[in-house]
């Protein structure tokens, strides 16, 4: 395990190490102040970062963290509070999970699992991907990826990506690849939101379920490969007009689109959907 650390606030890390039978790594973090610096780097066994709760935060502005998991159990979770915060956090191979919320505005959040686009790693990735994100604020720009090009032959259980942000002026990446099922949720309240969702694999279903409340959406989904592509939306606006672009393309005939929109620009609003 690696930690390195540098701030104008408080900084509490307490490091746990089990017997040599278990090899646990637990880090905790309640921290105050602006311009931290934090990389942890954890390379084995049961891994962990910080309990989603009261006693486990970090407060401030400018912050930048870079977590990375390689291997077995994992576990991030955590609470950020503050503005103009960059967050890098990675996980490789075995059980995997994510839970974040970040509370603030001009925040710069990405979550790898797996890895790509392109930090690379994957090649045989079997890792349980599952990440759930809360932001709230304005200027936001969330980047999740997912990917397991082996899943299908060597385990693993499908993907499973939820983004959930209030605010205005989001800009939102949600890519899953690989062999098995693709579970994908994307949820915002707020106004001029861009959200661009590929999910492709030859294997699995490809769900994704997108709804945005606000004006002025843009909306860019593309579900490729083998087996079923399923997508719902679901817009309203009170004035600013929504685009919406499909793509539709897997091996299979069983695709399904729904879209449920509000639209009260004069001008009109912008859907264009692609099946082959």
């Avoid at 200027?139 to 397991?148: G, H, L």
């Avoid at 490809?206 to 490969?225: E, F, N, P, Y």
Wanted: net charge negative; with cysteine.
């Amino acid at each position: 395990m690696k930690i390195t650390g540098t701030h104008l606030g408080i900084l509490v890390i307490a490091l746990y190490f089990g017997a040599q039978t278990c090899n646990a790594n637990e880090v905790y973090i309640n921290q105050v102040g602006d311009n931290l610096e934090l990389t942890v780097v954890q390379e084995g066994s049961d891994n962990q970062v910080m309990p989603i709760d009261i006693t486990s935060k970090l407060n401030g502005d400018d912050l930048t963290l870079s977590i990375t998991q390689k291997g077995d159990t994992n576990l991030i979770e955590g609470n950020v509070n503050g503005n103009s915060n960059t967050g890098d956090l990675r996980q490789t191979s075995d059980d995997n999970f994510q839970r974040v919320s970040v509370v603030g505005s001009n925040n710069d959040v990405k979550v790898y699992q797996g890895t790509h686009s392109d930090g690379t790693v994957d090649v045989d990735e079997t890792g349980d991907h599952e990440a759930y994100w809360t932001v709230t604020g304005d200027n936001n720009n969330v980047e999740s990826y997912q990917t397991d090009e082996n899943r299908g032959g060597g385990g693993g259980a499908a993907h499973h990506l939820a983004n959930v942000v209030n605010g205005d002026n989001n800009v939102i990446e949600h890519t899953q690849k690989g062999k098995a099922g693709h579970d994908g949720f994307v949820e915002i309240q707020g106004d001029g939101n861009d959200v661009e969702l590929l999910q492709r694999g030859n294997g699995g279903v490809k769900w994704a379920d997108i709804v945005l409340d606000g004006d002025g959406h843009t909306v860019d989904s593309d579900q490729r490969g083998s087996g079923s592509a399923n997508l719902a939306l679901d817009l309203t606006n009170s004035g600013g007009a929504y685009s919406v672009t499909t793509n539709q393309n897997t091996s299979t005939t069983h695709r399904s689109y729904s879209l449920t929109g509000i639209c009260t620009n004069g001008n009109g609003c912008a859907v264009t959907v692609t099946q082959y």
